[in-house]
């Protein structure tokens, strides 16, 4: 989670990392300065096979910070659908992990990655974290292992990044971030998001739809190959906390995400519908057993939210919280329809339109 004047990452095992403001920001500069330094900048793509971390976090920040535009995809994605996708945008630099961790299982990627590099001839520098797990980052494991530098090592020293650190003015209409559509009707179809619209449209959603405050900590559960993620990390423009972890929701603990919303006090969380509908299956009531006093505010996203999942949020999660059912779209990289504070909520629906959006629905007689 980066948060003023705390933050907090939750490692895997159950441990709290936390991160500053003033952290993320001198990461951020020494990450940039490096790909300036590479003469990465407006027109360029960097692209990102990472899991949900700070790490990942900080690449984000820094290739938007020279100018560059942001693709990443989801570290469950095969090579075949990471290659449809990133092909498309020719990436000079590539972010990853050399391991990662599925139901508390490490996952070595290296083969992955082997293959994703052989097919992006595009690609000057391959820059690998080695902090998700306790295995260090060996290049010797790699084909053309001279594109290949630790986190580490790519980052430029602290006392040789330039003060002030001076971000490279874009014109509102530049990209930002690259989207996919889901690739079930052929090739995944890209989507540029520009700066000043992914902007207002996030900001808007989270300061006036969502009330967002500085005291706010949002734990929404995402991976980097969903757009909910762009949308979760704008959320620091409100100067609140976000709160990062990538692993099973599920399994083997399937108490993981209250776990992690009572210990690190979160005010705010979401997720997609199908989790709470197993929730709901389960029956396990979260709030008798951890402190969830702090939650104001429930996302539900991905999927229509059943009318008993809310009764179960408001009894079992979060009594008298808003329930924000949401939906909207990776062609917007935002939403269409969402909550609100000023309005009742009724079971099964999603309150209003958000600002901006002209929304109309048909039955199948149009």
């Known amino acids: 989670m980066v948060a003023e004047p705390n933050s907090t990452f939750l490692g895997i095992d159950g441990s709290v990392v936390e991160y500053t403001y003033d952290k993320l920001r001198k990461d951020v500069y020494r990450i940039a300065t490096s790909l300036r330094n590479l003469g990465i900048g407006p027109g360029d793509t960097v692209c990102g096979f990472v899991p949900n971390t700070y790490d990942t976090l900080t690449a984000v920040f820094a290739s938007a910070a020279v100018g560059a535009a942001w693709c990443s995809a989801s570290v469950d994605f095969g090579p075949a659908g990471v290659l449809d996708r990133f092909k498309q945008v020719r990436p000079k630099v590539l972010f990853t992990v050399n391991n990662v961790t599925y139901k508390n299982k490490i996952i070595d990627q290296t083969e992955k990655i082997n293959e994703i590099v052989k097919e992006l001839p595009s690609l000057e520098k391959v820059i690998v974290s080695d902090s998700f797990t306790s295995i260090k980052f060996d290049s010797s494991k790699y084909q053309e292992k001279e594109k290949y530098l630790?986190?580490?090592?790519?980052?430029?020293?602290?006392?040789?990044?330039?003060?002030?650190?001076?971000?490279?003015?874009?014109?509102?209409?530049?990209?930002?971030?690259?989207?996919?559509?889901?690739?079930?009707?052929?090739?995944?179809?890209?989507?540029?998001?520009?700066?000043?619209?992914?902007?207002?449209?996030?900001?808007?959603?989270?300061?006036?739809?969502?009330?967002?405050?500085?005291?706010?900590?949002?734990?929404?559960?995402?991976?980097?190959?969903?757009?909910?993620?762009?949308?979760?990390?704008?959320?620091?423009?409100?100067?609140?906390?976000?709160?990062?972890?990538?692993?099973?929701?599920?399994?083997?603990?399937?108490?993981?995400?209250?776990?992690?919303?009572?210990?690190?006090?979160?005010?705010m969380i979401g997720m997609g519908a199908k989790l709470y509908d197993e929730y709901l299956r389960l029956e396990i009531p979260f709030n008798t057993i951890y402190d969830l006093s702090q939650i104001h505010t429930v996302y539900s996203t991905g999927s229509p939210l059943k009318n008993e999942c809310f009764a179960y949020i408001n009894t079992y999660i979060a009594p008298g919280a808003l329930i924000g059912s949401i939906s909207g779209g990776t062609d917007i990289i935002g939403c269409f329809v969402g909550g609100i504070k000023s309005l009742p909520i009724t079971p099964g629906e999603c309150q209003c339109s958000f600002l901006g959006m002209d929304i109309k629905s048909f039955n199948y007689m149009g």
């Open 150 to 267: 630790s986190l580490e090592e790519f980052k430029t020293p602290i006392s040789d990044v330039v003060t002030p650190f001076v971000y490279t003015p874009v014109p509102f209409s530049d990209p930002l971030f690259v989207m996919f559509s889901s690739g079930t009707t052929g090739i995944p179809k890209a989507m540029v998001h520009t700066v000043g619209g992914t902007l207002l449209k996030h900001i808007e959603e989270h300061l006036v739809q969502g009330d967002s405050k500085k005291s706010d900590r949002i734990f929404f559960y995402t991976t980097c190959g969903w757009m909910m993620y762009n949308w979760m990390i704008s959320f620091l423009y409100c100067k609140g906390s976000i709160v990062l972890f990538d692993e099973c929701p599920l399994a083997p603990d399937t108490h993981i995400l209250m776990k992690i919303a009572a210990k690190t006090h979160s005010t």
